[in-house]
């Protein structure tokens, strides 16, 4: 594993001076997955805020090839790339020791709803890449309308709190188990807040051969009413409260990363963000119980399965 | 070696075999495809010449005509030779990547195998599905029979790929009535073809060459997108020239002539139908028949309608009296069908114009026969003695 020096030492392959929001999850999640490989990248983007800020003609931040085709396929996108590079390796006009890395960025909009057919025909079809959802947990690019990821409670501007429904009413979709379902070589669950442990999970990804899978958590100070310098901090509690745990599955066994000594109450997360302020009125108090039982729940699930095959 | 030798001339192979002989010859270095009804067999047939390992082509069995598009985008913006097929509700399912694989510039082919678009779902025969996508930037060649379409495919990877272009390019051909029939026809050996498309040159820079990133699909911003969107344009103004060059480099190797139509006993002739694919082998038969009853009637078949060629359109109409354009498609702008409103406007720079009318026919394959085209030519022998049009605007072929 890399250590900080190590990696700061790196080329910085993801230009400074996008046009992402200050305090944004993004930059950091793509700078780190960017460092995670010796060999050459090759990305491609969905649409969204990460290829919206970063590609802006006549400018780019990417200081490596990259590709945005449309929303919802960025995973085929990357399948025809990827396909290519066997294609031509196979016919002499690319050298047979040329080692490139192929990566796909969607965000949750782009993986959860509309992107889900093209993410999981990629994965079935065993193409070498690594999929990164950056998951902030609704479509913030369009103006923070809701996804199926966005949390039970939230207050978008399709799931608004309104006067007789509080925010969104359902529970997010657990994307990550449904990536695992497909039988990949890795899969797991990140926060840019402990770099250690994202970097160490993009290195095993991209040194495998075959579909690998990492749904990271990334903060959006617009979309979650939040202030910019708290973002880190923010996602460091959505992992402390087990709203988003770490784990990882590899070859089929799930292990638990991240322990937290002692369990958050979800409560400390919430109140950190605007979206969430509705639920501390008096009569939404059975939202965050409800959110509450339900995180439990998921959280016992998780631990039931450490160690073993899934 | 004269062209004939170089040929085998009496192969007989179904339009969509025909597709898939010429896709094999070409050997592509990705084909990405979903199935779909009447363009399947295209795939099937290529995935078994991947499975005998008779072409060393990558296949990406998708899940979607979507993806489909999308994988073909990205192999091609890697640098890579790249084919497809499909039809119908494929190619609508495909069409906002049809836009995108033009405007990045992407040499792809890609076989339309025309049918109906739903509803009612119909599988047989129409143009609705590549009419619906004559505006997304891609170059549409129509084929009559399948040595046309055979010969299609062959000449769509030079045109595609040739450097003043970089388009895409669709070759249609008839769902079921050209590709599901046999027919005998002139395949060329696999060298002939080989050195007729050539090793794939890169004109455009490849997502693979890491040493120089490139990047594919930025933000334009409104002070910039409409250049992009010009050079597009400007290459379709381009390729009429490549598509009559490659043509007639064709002609040198095959011995069939191609250009951006075909004239039918046009030369005298004082009325005339226009109409696309197979149903102009039938209104040919129907010119036949017309002029043994000495009756001065033309057939004009255009190959190539993206580009279209309004100009030699304009001049290969310029004497005709009465002219019916034959769509087998509707645009439902309640005024004709698409290839009728563009050869109308093609007429209106000339002097003295020819009477026009727009008949819809063979919506999703009803029979279109001899006997359709006769009435129609009676009907515009009648409009060039009358000067008068009753219905501009008209279906045949219905029940009624
Ligand atoms: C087919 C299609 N539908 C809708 C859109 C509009 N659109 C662009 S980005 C976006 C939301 C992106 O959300 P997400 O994937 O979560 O990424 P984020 O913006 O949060 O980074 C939407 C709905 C589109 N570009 N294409
Ligand atoms: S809206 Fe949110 S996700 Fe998008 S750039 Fe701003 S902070 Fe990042």
Sequence with gaps: ?310 | MTAEKKAKCSTGLTGNIAVAYAMKQINPDVVAAYPITPSTTVVEEFSSYVADGAVTTELITVESEHSAMSACIGAAAAGARVMTATSSQGLALMWEMLYIASGMRLPIVMTCVNRALSAPLNIHCDHSDSMGARDSGWIQLYSETVQEAYDNVVQAVRIAEHGNLLLPVMVCLDGFITSHSIENLCVFDDDTVKGFIGEYKLNQPSLLDVEHPTSYGAVALPDSYIESRRQLAEAMINAKDVITDVAKEYEKVSGRHYGLMERYMMDDADAAIVIMSSAAGTTKVAVDEMRKRGLKVGLLKPRVFRPFPYIEIADALKNIKSVAVLDRADSYSSFGGPLFTEIRSSLYELDKRPKIISRIFGLGGREYGVQDAVKIFEELLKIKETGKVDKLYNYITVRE
């Design chain 1, 1 to 310: 594993m890399a250590t900080l020096k190590e990696l700061t030492g790196k080329k910085e392959l993801f230009a400074g001076g996008h046009r992402l929001c200050s305090g944004c999850g993004i930059p950091p999640i793509v700078r780190l997955i960017l460092r995670s490989t010796e060999h050459p990248i090759v990305a491609s983007t969905a649409t969204g805020c990460l290829e919206v800020g970063t590609s802006i003609y006549p400018y780019t931040s990417w200081r490596i090839p990259w590709i945005h085709s449309a929303f919802e396929n960025t995973a085929a996108t990357i399948s025809g790339i990827e396909t290519a590079y066997r294609a031509l390796k196979k016919r002499g006009r690319l050298p047979a020791d040329k080692e490139i890395k192929f990566v796909a960025f969607g965000g949750d909009g782009g993986t959860y709803d509309i992107g889900l057919q093209a993410l999981s025909g990629a994965l079935e079809r065993r193409h070498s890449f690594l999929y990164v959802c950056y998951d902030n947990g609704a479509y913030m690019n369009t103006g923070i309308q809701r996804s199926s990821s966005t949390p039970f409670g939230a207050n978008t501007t399709t799931s608004p709190v309104g006067e007789v429904i509080p925010g969104k009413q359902e529970f997010r979709k657990d994307l990550t188990k449904i990536v695992i379902a497909h039988n990949v070589p890795y899969a797991a669950q990140a926060s840019p807040h402990n770099w250690k442990d994202l970097n160490n999970k993009a290195q095993k990804a991209l040194a495998i051969n075959g579909p690998t899978f990492l749904n990271i958590i990334s903060p959006c100070p617009l979309g979650w009413y939040t202030k910019p310098e708290e973002s880190i901090e923010i996602a460091k509690v959505a992992v402390d409260t087990c709203f988003w745990p770490l784990y990882e599955v590899e070859n089929s066994i799930l292990k638990v990363n991240y322990k937290p000594k002692e369990k958050r109450a979800i409560e400390d997360w919430l109140k950190m963000q605007g979206r969430f302020k509705h639920l501390f009125l008096p009569n939404n108090k059975w939202m965050i119980d409800k959110f509450q039982e339900y995180i439990n729940k998921e959280w016992e699930r998780l631990l039931m399965l450490d160690g073993k095959q899934v």
